[in-house]
């Protein structure tokens, strides 16, 4: 990240604000695991600027689970044994939403490996 | 004392005698009494039971002893022998012995007067109902008490196995005494050994879990992604998801291949798939679906442009006699066993809806997908730019020749049963092989040379190609194939067991058959700046020095992911490390049968697979 400038564009971490008012200050470099994420905090968007990531369509029941879910990836990186985190049976279809806005589906798979799939998929 | 009674007693029963065991009949015959032994046993026993009667005495009480199955044990093994000493024996129970027999005698009379006033006598007494006589139940209550004591043998309450009684045996859940083995199990404050067990079970499972993985080809070190855990959590909840509505398109083929995966799509499971606002429908294991539920798709989807069903067994006639009626028009069309669709229910399908269709793959049909299907697809349909027939045991020379007339195809992959001549694939590829993108054979042991330089000739936008078990290929063919090809560099080759087979002589290969070395030089050198998969499984006359050629130091492949090496003989350990070297962007190289590659470094985050060391068949690179 930038380092010349000062104030919470460049600090260790930023804030997650979910659509009910819950913020989770989290890791800068474990939210960054989420394309979309690293989307908002690159280049001059206002969430680059002042560190702040509003999410009006995610509760915060749901974005504390994925916040401890970009923890969870963050202190397990290639970790061989990684114990599943557990998933709120309840919270399964909401938290697949979220996992599809914050691009978290395959995360580790080169990039040069996913485009080959869409090239030749069905 | 007793022996005297028993002797007398046995006489004056008159040679009434209960079946005896081969071993009675032994001791007798030495002069031993069995019986008399036993009686011997009995009254130490009772010796035991009455001297330390205080403290024995309270600790049957505290533990709400001992087990009804052990009286009867003991019954049963009485009546065994002759009827004379039980009746002995059970007089003995009470009375017992003559010189401090009174004693005794008011000792267990006050006992039984304490059993009946207990509670337990009570609820017996309810339980048995009107029983008349207090006295029998007190008295029963009174023998279930007297437990083998320590150092007697004793059958364990669990495992029915023999063991003697100590001090520390402990009381069964249910009545009875327990083995040291099972009293240890059962112990709750001493949990360390199942636990440990438990781990170490885990661990195993888990290492093999990921092999299994790594083989299926879908292992990433670290944590899973969310949406995996998600689909997983829900694959195992599925009967509590009402519908999908809300998610992504692709969201949903992930959990649809979750579910086949795990065999649980069933008519049930299936409308979480049918939303009528979809236009495709991904069904990868159809096994346990009818009739029924593949008409349900067509009248729930009615904008339904994708189609894909594997498993179809049950994809009948009728059903493509439904599907003809509806207003849907397929674009895309893949279909795995359906074996029972006739060819004339096809070609009615190609004349009707071909139209629209601009991709159909069929797998896995014995009889009625033939070549009279593939000559009506020039005519129906104008639009088909993708084909694929897969393990088929109809399509011959015929069909393959009618395919070059369809002008659109952009994409073909043959795996047919019936040998085809070379020149079939030749005049194919002058008929529509400028505008192929995808060009795979497989299983084509007859195919040579002619179809190489056909590909070379004719093919100007390849991406994707594939030719394997060739026999009569030659590296000449391959290196004429490559060298000076007008065609974009490949992204996909496969040219697995395109190998010289001889048994007599394995290792002679005086004809160069097969891709040797020159043919995989050349091939590296047209396309090995884009490539992303290659699979050169068995070609086993390429050397070590074209290995080393192709991947020294100055050459780089950014764009490779994936290959295939197993079966090369000549790869060595430093062959491998080129590799490693030649290729960032790699993630898997498998090795299997590679015999020369034994201590090799794996650098960080890529797989080895095939290594056959002591820690399993897989090396993760983990430094």
Not at chain 2, 421 to 440: E, K, M, R
Not at chain 2, 541 to 563: G, M, R, T
């Amino acid at each position: 990240m930038a380092t010349k400038s000062d104030g919470p564009s460049n600090s260790k971490y930023i804030t997650m604000v979910s659509s009910d008012g819950f913020e989770f200050v989290v890791i800068r470099e474990a939210s960054l695991i989420s394309p979309t994420i690293k989307a908002m905090l690159r280049n001059n968007f206002s969430e680059a600027k002042t560190g702040r990531c509003v999410f009006p369509d995610i509760s915060g029941l749901v974005l504390e689970k994925v916040v401890e879910y970009l923890y969870y990836y963050h202190k397990n990186v290639n970790v061989p044994y990684v114990p599943d985190m557990e998933i709120p049976v309840e919270l399964c279809l909401v938290l697949l939403e979220a996992a599809d806005y914050f691009q978290l589906d395959s995360v580790t798979v080169g990039t040069a490996f996913r485009s080959m799939g869409d090239t030749l998929k069905f | 004392m007793s022996s005297r009674q028993s002797r007398a007693q046995r006489r004056a029963a008159g040679g009434i005698v209960g079946p005896q065991s081969a071993l009675t009949d032994f001791l007798a015959s030495h002069n031993i009494s069995a019986n008399q032994i036993r009686l011997d046993a009995e009254a130490r026993r009772r010796a035991a039971e009455n001297n330390p009667s205080g403290s024995g005495e309270q600790q049957d009480e505290q533990a709400t002893v001992p087990a009804a199955e052990t009286a009867a044990a003991t019954a049963t093994a009485d009546t065994q022998d002759d009827p004379a000493s039980t009746e002995q024996l059970g007089r003995g129970r009470h009375s017992t012995g003559a010189d401090s027999q009174t004693e005794k005698q008011k000792k267990a009379q006050k006992v039984i007067d304490k059993i009946k006033a207990s509670k337990k006598f009570q609820k017996r007494k309810r339980k048995d109902g009107d029983a008349d006589d207090e006295d029998d139940i007190a008295r029963a209550i009174f023998q279930e008490r007297s437990a083998p004591l320590p150092g007697q043998m004793e059958n364990c309450a669990l495992c029915k196995k023999r063991f003697t009684v100590t001090p520390y045996s402990r009381n069964a859940p249910d009545g009875g005494l327990l083995c040291s083995r099972c009293g240890r199990d059962l112990d709750p404050d001493d949990g360390a050994p199942k636990k440990k067990a438990k781990r170490v079970s885990a661990g195993a499972g888990k290492r093999r879990q990921i092999q299994s993985k790594i083989l299926d080809g879908d292992y990433h070190p670290g944590a899973k992604s969310l949406m995996t855990l998600c689909i997983e959590t829900l694959a195992k909840n599925i009967h509590l998801a009402e519908d999908l509505n809300n998610l992504a398109p692709q969201v949903i083929d992930k959990i649809a291949r979750k579910l086949s995966k795990q065999r649980l799509l069933n008519s049930t499971t299936l409308n979480l798939f049918l939303q009528p606002s979809a236009e495709d429908v991904f069904i990868y294991d159809a096994a346990k679906l009818t009739g029924d539920d593949f008409i349900r798709i067509f009248q729930l989807v009615p904008g339904l442009r994708k189609l894909k069903i594997c498993n179809a067994i049950h994809f009948k006639n009728d059903i493509m006699d439904y599907m003809l009626s509806r207003h849907i028009n397929l674009e895309a069309f893949y279909l795995h066993g359906a074996n029972l669709l006739s060819e004339s229910k096809w070609k009615e399908f190609l004349e009707k809806k071909g139209q629209s269709l601009r991709s159909l793959k069929v797998y896995w049909t014995d009889k009625h997908f033939g070549d009279e299907v593939l000559s009506h697809l020039a005519t129906a349909c104008p639009n088909l730019n993708r084909l694929k027939v897969s393990h088929n045991q109809r399509v011959s020379g015929e069909g393959v020749k009618a395919i070059a007339n369809v002008k659109s195809l952009q994409h073909i992959s043959l795996d047919l049963r019936l040998e085809v001549h070379p020149d079939v694939y030749v005049s194919l590829l002058n008929g529509i092989g400028v505008g192929l993108q995808t060009f795979s054979l497989a299983r084509v042991p007859d195919t040579d040379n002619t179809v190489l330089d056909a590909i070379h000739n004719h093919c100007r936008s390849l991406q994707k190609l594939r030719i394997t078990d060739s026999e009569l290929m030659t590296d000449e063919g391959f290196v004429r194939l490559f060298t000076g090809w007008e065609n974009k560099p490949l992204l996909f080759i496969d040219f697995q067991k395109c190998r010289h087979l001889e048994s007599a002589q394995p290792r002679s290969n005086p004809d160069n058959i097969g891709l040797c070395s020159n043919g995989f030089k050349a091939l590296m050198a047209h396309s090995g700046k884009k490539l992303i998969k290659l699979n050169v499984h068995a070609c086993r006359h390429i050397s070590a020095a074209a290995f080393e050629e192709v991947f020294s130091e100055e050459k780089i492949y950014p764009d490779l992911v994936k290959l295939e090496i197993s079966f090369c003989e000549e790869v060595t350990d430093f062959v491998v490390g080129s590799i490693f070297r030649s290729c960032p962007n790699l993630r898997e190289l498998n090795v299997f049968g590679c015999m020369k590659v034994k201590d090799i470094k794996v650098p960080h985050g890529k797989l080895l697979v095939g290594v056959p060391t002591a820690n399993g068949m897989v090396i993760d690179g983990d430094d």
